[in-house]
């Protein structure tokens, strides 16, 4: 899953050769076919850093390919799209369907619904309804839990020592050594939800603090930093003597996010995991986790600076309007989110988030949610599925992580070089915590939330409370995914 610029250059042509020449390759539920020759000899022919699959060729013959998924407004999670409409990220989904359903004489179907039962239903009766299954991570984990869906290894041609291929994340996802699921540059979700921290050039300006891409270049770019430059800006607009949603911050974003990211980006878990990658719950005990929360902690309530708020939804309305009318020196919030603010007239920077210390060695990014493609026993042949995913995945990489990242990210929405180089900081380390997405109802939006949102800071007591139920569930989870295994 590297993102390279030779990579964003051959997109470029690659659209630039092809936009005119295309017809649909793929519509929801209503396939149709597409000749586009063009693309796959334009990437064919060009020795240009291009990723390339060891997948044959096969025509299979106008076969359908049937793809569920969920449906959700926080995220670009549909892998078909109607037609060309001049935005890059649905022109390059189009091209890539375009090319993947010329080379194997395919074409692409997508049922999209709220959530994932009615395609569950469907293993569960035993039919061969979809090829490819887009579920919510916690759905994908019952599901595995189930005994429903194939692993990794079941398909012969998904190979994840291929750049495509996200393996790090791939393990963080999993349980043990039972791999039911596969980061790869297909899932736009593990961008989406990728977190970033935003911050306001205008209230930087005025309040003349020093060059935040320079603390970070510095490794000065810590959380008592960040706490200092956040309490310098802190101001009650309107008089009034208190604070609400017409003053200004020096940080806002939802608690479980500004929170559980801060946690995060301090390199611990709710979640952690055994040298066997089977995950352990331990926070009753876990003295690092217990000094970061303290401190987050610190950052959020004492420092005065953080918009005390209950809102829940990270993408909500109020703290893009705020940040767009110069409220906020900081946003909390994640990928899917920056678009919003393409008619921002005040100029804003990209940062990662701060590292504990300075003695912490790298910048951690938290990848917050996901939804995970699976496939489903149902289906009758693992060659054609692996075969199509596989090359969907490769197809991804060369065209649709270009135009989002390269293309979206850092040249449409990213105002400055700076800003770009802080995105390559960002993607260098992003890590999953399985309490903060497939345990997210026992942890994150359990328990946790509300201490964050109420400045509950009895960790540990609070902690060891639910470690019995943490543990049994756990054991529950892996002791299925045992069973399955000798079936």
């Known amino acids: 899953m590297r993102v390279g610029f030779v990579r964003g250059m051959a997109w470029l042509c690659l659209l630039a050769t092809v936009a005119s020449a295309l017809i649909a390759c793929s519509d929801k539920d209503k396939p149709t076919a597409v000749n586009v020759t063009d693309i796959a000899t334009s990437a064919e022919e060009t020795d240009d850093g291009l990723y390339h699959d060891d997948v044959p060729t096969v025509n299979y013959d106008g076969y359908v390919f049937r793809v569920y998924s969920r449906d959700d407004a926080w995220f670009n999670g ?17 091209i890539r369907n ?6 194997f004489n395919i074409q692409i179907t997508e049922t999209v619904h709220t959530d994932t039962e009615l395609a569950r239903a469907t293993v569960l009766a035993n039919e061969d309804a979809y090829d490819m299954i887009n579920a919510r991570c916690t759905a994908a984990l019952s599901m595995a839990v189930e005994g429903i869906l194939y692993t990794v290894e079941d398909l012969p041609y998904v190979d994840l020592s291929k750049p495509y291929w996200d393996e790090k994340l791939t393990d963080d996802v999993n349980i043990g050594p039972y791999r039911y699921f596969a980061v790869g540059d297909l899932n736009l979700t593990f961008y989406d939800y990728t977190s970033v921290l935003l911050f306001n050039k205008q209230i930087v300006e005025d309040n003349t603090i020093e060059n935040p891409y320079q603390i970070v270049y510095d490794n000065r770019w810590t959380f008592d930093k960040y706490m200092e430059l956040a309490m310098g800006v802190t101001t009650d607009l309107n008089g009034d003597s208190k604070l609400d949603q017409n003053d200004m911050y020096g940080i806002i974003g939802t608690p479980n996010f500004v929170g559980y990211t801060l946690t995060l ?33 610190e950052v959020m309530w004492d420092s005065n600076t953080w918009f005390r708020t209950t809102i829940t939804d990270q993408i909500s309305p109020t703290f893009v309007s705020m940040f767009k009318n110069n409220q906020s020196l900081f946003f909390s919030t994640n990928f899917f989110n920056v678009p919003s603010l393409r008619d921002m007239d005040t100029e804003f920077g990209i940062l990662p988030f701060p590292k504990y210390n300075e003695n912490q060695e790298k910048y951690i990014t938290r990848i917050s949610f996901f939804d995970m493609f699976t496939v489903p026993i149902t289906v009758s042949d693992l060659d054609r599925t692996s075969a199509i995913i596989e090359v969907l995945n490769c197809e991804s990489g060369n065209i649709v992580i270009p135009a989002y990242y390269e293309i979206s990210l850092k040249t449409k929405y990213a105002r400055d070089n700076d800003s770009s180089g802080m995105l390559d900081l960002i993607m260098e380390h ?28 009895n960790i540990a007591s609070t902690a060891k409370k639910y470690s019995r139920l943490m543990s049994k569930t756990i054991e529950k989870v892996v002791t299925s995914l045992e069973t399955n295994a000798l079936r």
């Open 78 to 94: 549909n892998i078909t799209v109607e037609a060309q409409n001049g935005e890059v990220i649905n022109d390059a989904i189009f």
């Open 98 to 103: 375009a090319k993947v359903c010329d080379r």
């Open 265 to 297: 980006a301090a390199g611990v878990k709710s979640v952690n995991k055994d040298e066997d990658n089977y995950p352990v719950y331990n926070l009753d005990s876990d003295e690092k986790f217990i000094e970061v929360f303290n401190k987050v902690f």
């Open 430 to 457: 992003r890590v999953v915590d399985l309490g903060d997405t497939i345990w997210v109802g026992e942890i994150r939006d359990g328990w946790l939330a509300a201490m964050y949102q109420n400045n509950n800071r």
